[in-house]
């Protein structure tokens, strides 16, 4: 069944009001007629399975049928520090580490990132990323939208993780401690800020910013993954070690 994740404000008192393109989607591209039913999600943990009662060109209006808590969100909360990346591959990031389960992505400019400033992340490519995690959450049925960040320099996304939870910097430099080693002291918050280079790897000044910041340098073993997939391939560990991949 079709999912769509709306804002609260659709909802009240078992009554549905769609505005907006969701509804072009629904009528025009999804063709759905009153009497269909899809889900809704509001970001509030529960879904609400809803049967159209009218639509037309701008407004759905329909019912609430069923509303149900959502056991979909991880318990661990890990959040992504990604470094900038060229082309596609941040969308890519975005849409797989949506479905894995991560609860939030930051962007974070470092020192070889190929992407040259902030102001590379315009509004129209933040809004675009928005639309990909939103799909993504709507497809894996997730029960709350993760949340993308402003884009932050290296430095001060350290400082930001610094706030609270367990903070690892994957570095392929790292030789003593692997990923499972140092999952073994989680915190009660059972918070996860999980740092990952772009295509050029983080600089040894920027290793030693993190150890500033009790960011802990991990290994993710002998091979070397991708910018895109050792953010994918941590965090689907990590939740596996928590329990929270099946
Ligand atoms: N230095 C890498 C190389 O020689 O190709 C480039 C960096 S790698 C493509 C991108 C990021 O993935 C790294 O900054 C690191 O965060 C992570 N990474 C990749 N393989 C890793 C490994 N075996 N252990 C720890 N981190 C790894």
């Known amino acids: 069944m079709h999912r769509f994740f709306v804002s609260p404000q659709a909802i009240r008192d078992n009554r549905v009001v769609m505005r907006g393109t969701v509804v072009h989607q629904i009528r025009d591209v999804l063709r759905m007629n009153p009497g269909d039913e899809f889900v809704l999600l509001d970001n509030s943990g529960f ?75 315009s509004a129209a490519r933040m809004e675009r990323w928005q639309r990909i995690v939103v799909e993504a959450a709507e497809q894996a049925g997730r029960a709350a939208l993760p949340h993308i960040g402003a884009a932050m320099l290296f430095a001060n996304a350290c400082e930001y993780a610094a706030r609270g939870g367990l903070s690892l910097i994957p570095w392929e430099g790292e030789r003593a401690r692997g990923l499972r080693d140092a999952l073994q002291d989680i915190p009660k918050s059972k918070e996860i800020n999980l740092f990952i280079g772009p295509e050029g790897g983080f600089a040894e ?5 993190a150890r500033d910041h009790t960011v802990v340098p991990v290994s993710l073993g002998p091979r070397i993954l991708r910018a895109e997939t050792a953010g994918l391939a941590a965090a689907a560990a990590i939740l596996y070690e928590l329990g929270d991949l099946g």
Not at 205 to 209: D, G, L, R, S, V
């Open 47 to 121: 879904a609400y399975r809803a049967e159209i009662v009218t639509i037309d060109r701008d407004v759905l209006r329909g019912r609430v049928v069923e509303k149900w808590k959502l056991e979909t969100e991880p318990t661990t909360r890990v959040t992504l520090y990604q470094g900038l990346l060229k082309g596609q591959k941040f969308d890519w990031v975005l849409q797989k580490g949506t479905e894995i389960g991560i609860a939030a992505f930051v962007p974070v400019l470092a020192a070889r990132c190929l992407v040259g400033s902030l102001d590379d992340v």
């Open 205 to 209: 000044e920027e290793i030693a910013t």
